[in-house]
């Protein structure tokens, strides 16, 4: 296999992570809102557990684009 197209592939490859942290996002944001309206008074004790959430899964994603930028112009 040709060194240039093993690149992309693992470029390619690498970016998937982009694309799951955004459905981690999604589905944190979804099951807070599901419960949330299930029971609201303790909607205020999770929100710092939401963002932490929140914080990791985009960091996630942020090193596995970085990684996939890394494959492809290094």
């Given amino acids: 296999m040709d060194p240039a197209a093993a690149k992309l592939i693992g470029a390619g490859l690498a970016a998937i992570g982009t694309g799951v942290a955004a459905i981690g996002v999604g ?7 599901s419960g949330a309206l299930r029971n609201p008074s303790a909607a ?3 929100f710092a557990n939401l963002i932490f959430g929140f914080a990791v899964t ?4 942020i090193f596995a684009l970085l990684i996939a930028f890394l494959l492809l112009f290094t």
């Fill in 27 to 33: 589905t944190l944001f979804g099951q807070f809102l």
């Fill in 44 to 46: 205020p004790g999770q």
């Fill in 58 to 61: 985009e960091a996630l994603g």
